[in-house]
């Protein structure tokens, strides 16, 4: 298949096809994130789109699932969108899904009635970068939008009937007082989005990256692990809404933890509090075995 430069999916994407449609990300500022930056966003030509699903069709058959690649695929102009989505379920019969990262910006640059015809035309998933819900975090990590916003971007993917999955930092916002105002905050601007899925990452600086930087200048104190787990427990203290699934087994997590909120936070909140009150660096995946 063909690809430009490297390629980014959610580890939920893994058995999905990756049609490339945009080079890069429309925002590309956030100063934790390492990808894109080797390139200027621009959307792919429609046709050598359409000739990449061709491509795929001889090689794979039919699919059930495909990812649209690079960051931010919902910055392509709808109507373009919708011939790609309308080429894909003619292709591919048994097509099921389609998944794209979202920016807020570019979903917010989207009409109500464009979001719901992207989803009649079977954009099925989200993954939208919401990383705090604190408006000082998303200022300084050069999210670009407001708390606010941010909320708006995600109730009208909800409201477009498209599976949201709102994706959170843990330690985003340093050691200290911060770090329980940002986990509190995301928990509050979740409970008010009302995501399907909350995939929670631990933050981790990328080399390259402002935020690299600043952690290599003492501008910025990265909290330890038992710090983010102290997060992560606020954050399921402070969720309240029902049905929300919470991905947190992500190779940048310490402690991989999953579950149904509200149905299995207890036994979340017990797996986390068992490793914050004893200490136990055992129960940790090493930095050897994390990543990004």
Same mark, same amino acid.
């Given at each position: 298949?063909?690809?430009?430069?490297?390629?980014?999916?959610?580890?939920?994407?893994?058995?999905?096809?990756?049609?490339?449609?945009?080079?890069?990300?429309?925002?590309?500022?956030?100063?934790?994130?390492?990808?894109?930056?080797?390139?200027?966003? #621009?959307?792919?030509?429609? /046709?050598?789109?359409?000739?990449?699903?061709?491509?795929?069709? $001889?090689?794979?058959?039919?699919?059930?699932?495909?990812?649209?690649?690079?960051?931010? %695929?919902? =910055?392509? @102009?709808?109507?373009?969108?919708? $011939?790609?989505?309308?080429?894909?379920?003619?292709?591919?019969?048994?097509?099921?899904?389609?998944?794209?990262?979202?920016?807020?910006?570019?979903?917010? %640059?989207? !009409?109500?009635? @464009?979001?719901?015809?992207?989803? /009649?035309?079977?954009? !099925?998933?989200?993954?939208?970068?919401?990383?705090?819900?604190?408006?000082?975090?998303? +200022?300084?990590?050069?999210?670009?939008?407001?708390?606010?916003?941010?909320?708006?971007?995600?109730?009208?993917?909800?409201?477009?009937?498209?599976?949201?999955?709102?994706?959170?930092?843990?330690?985003?916002?340093?050691?200290?007082?911060?770090? /329980?105002?940002?986990?509190?905050?995301?928990?509050?601007?979740?409970?008010? &989005?009302?995501? #399907?899925?909350? +995939?929670?990452?631990?933050?981790?600086?990328?080399?390259?990256?402002?935020?690299?930087?600043?952690?290599?200048?003492?501008?910025?104190?990265?909290?330890?692990?038992?710090?983010?787990?102290?997060?992560?427990?606020? &954050?399921?203290?402070?969720?309240?809404?029902?049905? $929300?699934?919470?991905?947190?087994?992500?190779?940048?997590?310490?402690?991989?933890?999953?579950?149904?909120?509200?149905?299995?936070?207890?036994? &979340?909140?017990? =797996? $986390?509090?068992?490793?914050?009150?004893?200490?136990?660096?055992?129960?940790?995946?090493? @930095?050897? &075995?994390?990543?990004?």
């Amino acid at each position: 298949m063909r690809y430009e430069g490297e390629i980014f999916r959610p580890f939920s994407e893994a058995d999905s096809y990756l049609l490339q449609c945009t080079i890069g990300c429309s925002h590309n500022q956030c100063t934790f994130c390492g990808m894109y930056k080797d390139r200027k966003y #621009r959307v792919r030509n429609l /046709a050598e789109i359409k000739e990449d699903i061709q491509m795929a069709k $001889v090689r794979y058959g039919d699919l059930e699932k495909v990812f649209l690649c690079d960051g931010d %695929a919902v =910055a392509i @102009e709808t109507d373009t969108l919708l $011939v790609i989505l309308d080429a894909l379920y003619q292709t591919f019969p048994s097509l099921r899904h389609v998944g794209a990262y979202v920016g807020p910006q570019s979903t917010l %640059a989207k !009409t109500m009635s @464009e979001l719901a015809a992207l989803r /009649a035309a079977g954009l !099925t998933k989200a993954y939208l970068g919401v990383e705090s819900g604190d408006d000082r975090v998303l +200022a300084e990590i050069k999210k670009g939008v407001t708390a606010a916003r941010m909320l708006e971007a995600g109730q009208n993917l909800v409201n477009a009937d498209i599976n949201l999955s709102s994706m959170v930092l843990l330690g985003i916002a340093g050691k200290g007082q911060r770090a /329980a105002e940002h986990a509190i905050a995301t928990a509050e601007i979740t409970n008010k &989005m009302k995501p #399907r899925y909350l +995939a929670a990452l631990t933050t981790t600086p990328v080399p390259g990256t402002v935020l690299y930087h600043k952690v290599q200048k003492g501008e910025f104190e990265m909290p330890d692990p038992f710090e983010t787990l102290e997060e992560m427990k606020l &954050m399921f203290e402070h969720i309240n809404i029902d049905n $929300v699934k919470f991905v947190g087994v992500h190779a940048s997590n310490y402690l991989p933890v999953s579950g149904m909120l509200q149905k299995d936070k207890s036994k &979340m909140l017990d =797996a $986390v509090n068992a490793v914050i009150e004893t200490r136990n660096t055992d129960a940790l995946r090493s @930095e050897q &075995m994390r990543g990004l």
